[in-house]
């Protein structure tokens, strides 16, 4: 089975321009979630992707914005970014939720890096 | 959303049991315990999960107290790629927000 893939896995913006980050979940997977990891922290949640459509978000604002395709592959897009939007993003994916003990497979991330 | 307590780092011998510590006092019922580590630069990688009973897989073990408020990651013959930062993390509901603490930075050393 294939694993979570993200591309790209480095990006350079500038401060006031539009990114789009994606990933594809691993097989099987229909729930896809972003995390934002900034340098010597523990990453945080973003949001979360069931069905195709946002079902739970984090304390992020509104310009961070998500899809979710029939395929279960997702896109992460950041509108107007600034200097501390800098970090490692993480796309993770799991299997149909039943009791909460379903594991969280993440991929290797995606390094944005805004000048 | 509960949360966890864990030191911020800690050393180990290569070849020996390292034994990672985990407060979580305001865990409820139905709320699993997760490990996941992560080394530099990569995605966390899982490791092992559990509700109430002791779990063993291939790369490690977990032990939970019995009123479930801390538990402890054993990784029974640490190797120098064992050198990671772990997460411990208490997963609300059936949802995929997990909260991330600072973690524990292990070193494994010769």
């Known amino acids: 089975e294939t694993g979570v893939t993200q591309s790209p896995t480095h990006l350079i913006k500038t401060r006031g321009q539009q990114v789009t980050l994606r990933c594809s979940s691993q097989?099987?997977?229909?729930?896809v979630s972003w995390y934002q990891q900034a340098l010597g922290q523990g990453p945080q949640f973003i949001f979360q992707?069931?069905?195709?459509?946002?079902?739970g978000r984090g304390n992020f604002p509104p310009r961070f914005s998500g899809l979710q395709f029939p395929n279960y592959s997702s896109e992460l897009n950041v509108n107007a970014l600034e200097l501390d939007d800098s970090a490692l993003y993480l796309c993770?994916?799991?299997?149909?939720?039943?009791?909460?003990?379903?594991?969280?497979?993440f991929g290797s991330g995606t390094q944005l890096s805004v000048l | 959303d509960a949360k966890t307590t864990q030191p911020p780092s800690m050393d180990c011998a290569e070849g020996r049991a390292a034994n990672l510590p985990c407060n979580h006092s305001?865990?409820?019922?139905?709320?699993?315990v997760y490990w996941y580590r992560q080394i530099h630069s990569q995605g966390p990688q899982y490791i092992i999960h559990?509700?109430?009973n002791n779990e063993t897989n291939e790369m490690a073990s977990l032990i939970i107290t019995e009123d479930r408020k801390s538990s402890t990651l054993i990784l029974p013959h640490a190797t120098l790629r064992d050198t990671a930062v772990y997460y411990c993390?208490?997963?609300?509901?059936?949802?995929?927000?997990?909260?991330f603490g600072t973690g524990t930075r292990l070193q494994v050393f010769p």
């Open positions: 993390i208490v997963r609300p509901g059936t949802t995929d927000k997990l909260i």
């Open positions: 305001t865990i409820s019922g139905n709320e699993y």
């Open positions: 993770a994916s799991s299997p149909p939720h039943g009791k909460g003990d379903e594991k969280l497979f």
């Open positions: 992707y069931y069905r195709e459509e946002e079902n």
């Open positions: 559990g509700l109430k």
């Open positions: 097989s099987g997977h229909n729930t």
